[in-house]
């Protein structure tokens, strides 16, 4: 067994939502309530969830873009929860961020190859006169030519600026890249080309992935494991392939009922959870779920289900995860939908694969 490069442990963040006029919170929003799972090298886990669940929340913690309020992170296996940036120094290189919009991440004043250079620079990486030969590689590496390293970012196609962006991350040899909707922003067909690239370097280089999206779609084609997130906590895990095929949680089943079908054939209605995702602010007690839940009993109501392994790494913090109907009989498939699940999923018009 292969140690963790990264163990999150019960990770909480809080914000405050409003403050009194001498600044003590009134409020707060509780993003990320007791999170934990750990990445191997060369693994991609994937966390999803509706828009507000604490996916970025949860990428900002471990690149410790902000403090987390409790829990502990580990890179490596040493705690770096709550290093000085001065301390954290050597730990920054080793996990790095990929955003949606790689347009607003690229300053457009600096050529590619200024832009690849600023990071071997900062970190000492490679000796100046090396530097350029570097440059070349890394562009090479995510398949762009080394004289295109003269030209600007706006002389490149979105997802030549997602390239750009992955070598720039790739600069400074990390061994985990977090990314935050990296390919959403991006056409279909450039979306498979971009993750593909991510495919192939994790392959040469042993990456691990965090790969944050909205779009199980693309998980599907990345992932190794998957965490399911529901206003802040995480209520499914476990292989890609298990989760798919035998998703547990109630909440898991509708996001899975969302996924478009690419075959016009085989395109089945897309349905999400009826009603909004409730704020956490205010979440409900018990099971978050339960409001929207069709299965929901007093227990649910009062009690928080805590996430639990069938013994092969999967785990679903459903107190009825035994008893439900199975996921063949609840998914919508030729038609035929589980009643139960029918009230639990809002049906809305089938949009683009
Ligand atoms: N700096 C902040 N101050 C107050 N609340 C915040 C802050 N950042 C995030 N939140 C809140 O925390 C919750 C989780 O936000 P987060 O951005 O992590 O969600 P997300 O899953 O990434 O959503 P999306 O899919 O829309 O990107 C939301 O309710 C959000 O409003
Ligand atoms: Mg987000």
Known sequence: MTAPVLEVENLVK????TRSAFGRPLTT??????????LKSGETLAIVGESGCGKSTVGRLVMRLIPATDGRILLDGEDVTTLDDRKFRPYRRKIQLIFQDPFASLNPRMT?????????????IVPAGERRSRVAELLHLVGL????GARYPHEFSGGQRQRIVIARALAVEPKIIVCDEAVSALDVSIRAQILNLLKDLQARLGLAYIFISHDLGVVKHIADRIAVMYLGRIVETGSSDEVFADPRHPYTRALLSAIPVASPAARRERRILEGDVPSPIHPPPGCHLHPRCPYATDLCRRDRPMLEDDGTGHASACHFWRELPSAADALPREGRVDPRLERLFGAFAAGEP
């Open 14 to 17: 809080h914000f405050a939502a």
């Open 112 to 124: 590619v190859g200024e832009i690849l250079s600023e990071p071997l620079m900062l970190h000492g």
């Open 29 to 38: 929003v509780k993003a990320v309530d007791g999170v934990s799972f750990a």
């Open 145 to 148: 030519q080394p004289h295109q």
